[in-house]
């Protein structure tokens, strides 16, 4: 699921599972969404912080709050990852800076206790609302942020 391990040059790289798809492309989901007080949001996007095209999204079974699109991911794609408690949220935004048989992430901007360690440019204005609107979406089944 999440690793996380301590690079001596860099501070704390965090890991997370990739999944290879048909033709063995490196992938990551999207997926998340809310319950009646708490929610949570994992989205994908290019280093501009725009949408990704997914090359799958699922249509069947179970799908609340599950992965809903299956997103290529290369180097400098980003990672937001966004939860919440009855509104109040933390936001974290990281770039890929490794891919083998994990993604390797390195936090760039941290949204907690009301503000930003280091504030996100304004292209990612977007980006950060959409992670917002999916952990909060009651019951997500579809999502949020990709083309």
Not at 71 to 95: N, Y
Not at 114 to 143: N, V
Request: proline share 5%.
């Amino acid at each position: 699921m999440h690793g996380y391990r301590r690079d001596a040059e860099r501070g704390i790289k965090m890991t997370r599972r990739l999944t290879l798809s048909k033709r063995g492309i490196p992938c990551l989901w999207e997926k998340g969404g809310g319950c009646s007080n708490t929610g949570e949001a994992t989205l994908i996007a290019a280093p501009d912080g725009a949408p990704k095209r997914a090359i799958y999204v699922r249509r069947f079974g179970s799908l609340a709050n599950e992965e809903h699109a299956l997103i290529p991911i290369e180097l400098g794609d980003l990672v937001v990852e966004a939860i919440h408690h009855r509104e109040d949220f933390t936001i974290k935004i990281s770039q890929i800076t490794s891919i083998h048989d994990e993604a390797e992430l390195s936090a760039l901007h941290v949204f907690d206790m009301g503000e930003w360690d280091t504030e996100p440019p304004p292209q990612f204005a977007s980006l950060i609302e959409a992670a917002q609107d999916k952990a909060t979406c009651y019951h997500c089944r579809e999502p949020h942020y990709i083309t």
